[in-house]
């Protein structure tokens, strides 16, 4: 079921994203950050954990997990900290997506040659 449940939701947010995207002048970074705020909306209200239970690994999947992992650190940290484990715990969660993210770009722009 969680994977009925996961194809679902994904496919969802991809249907509405193509909507705006065919209905609006926003570019695709635009929407991006769009997805990021509202995944980070939704774990403040932890509404976002309870999609999860829903829908599974499947919500973990999309850009709005990486603004309810940013947010979700970011409230476990300052629970223990205060005012200061906000910063230090946004990228708690995040650092190893990020960091893959540079490595794997910084190696890539190695192996490949842009057209131009």
């Known amino acids: 079921m969680y994977l009925f449940n996961s194809f679902l939701f994904c496919g969802f947010l991809c249907m509405i994203c193509q909507i705006i995207l065919d209905n609006s002048k926003l570019t695709p970074g635009h929407i991006t950050s769009i997805l990021v705020v509202v995944g980070a909306f939704l774990d403040t209200f932890s509404i976002y954990d309870q999609i999860i239970k829903i829908v599974g690994g499947g919500a973990l999947l999309p850009i709005t997990s990486f603004g309810h992992s940013l947010i979700h650190g970011a409230l476990l940290k300052a629970e223990s900290m205060g005012i200061l484990g906000i910063f230090m715990g ?21 192996i490949f040659k842009p057209r131009n």
Do not use: K
Not at 90 to 110: K, N, P, R
């Open 90 to 110: 946004m990228f708690d969660l995040t650092a190893t997506g990020i960091s893959a993210a540079i490595i794997f770009s910084f190696l890539f722009t190695l």
